[in-house]
Nanobody, 122 residues
């Protein structure tokens, strides 16, 4: 099975940037669509951004559109989330996950990482 490890989270101020990484094990990384999801305390897990197997298709939640960019490097088995112009409402644990095809529904995703904390102060 695939294992996913997120990194790059931290404590930043509003307006700052962070780049999250998700390192995946295995040689079949390119066969999976990937996604970033986040969960704030007391709230449901929500979709942030998703990307197709080759990276040709991407979708973003309205709340992050224009600020975040999802990308992948299949040769390195790594998924990225570039987060710019961060806002306090972006504070959450961010998770990466795999799916057989691109979807904005968390229920479609089979494997999940442990999550990385992003905290944005005002």
């Amino acid at each position: 099975q695939v294992q996913l490890v997120e990194s790059g989270g931290g404590l930043v101020q509003a307006g700052d940037s962070l780049r999250l990484s998700c390192a995946a094990s295995g040689r079949t990384f390119s066969t999976y669509a990937m996604g970033w999801f986040r969960q704030a305390p007391g709230k449901e897990r929500e979709y942030v951004a998703v990307i197709s197997r080759r990276g040709m298709m991407t979708y973003y939640a309205d709340s992050v559109k224009g600020r975040f960019t999802i990308s992948r490097d299949n040769a390195k088995n790594t998924l990225y989330l570039q987060m710019n112009s961060l806002k306090p409402e972006d504070t959450a644990v961010y998770y990466c996950a795999t799916a057989p095809s691109i979807s904005t529904s968390a229920g479609v995703y089979d494997y999940w990482g442990q999550g990385t904390q992003v905290t944005v102060s005002s």
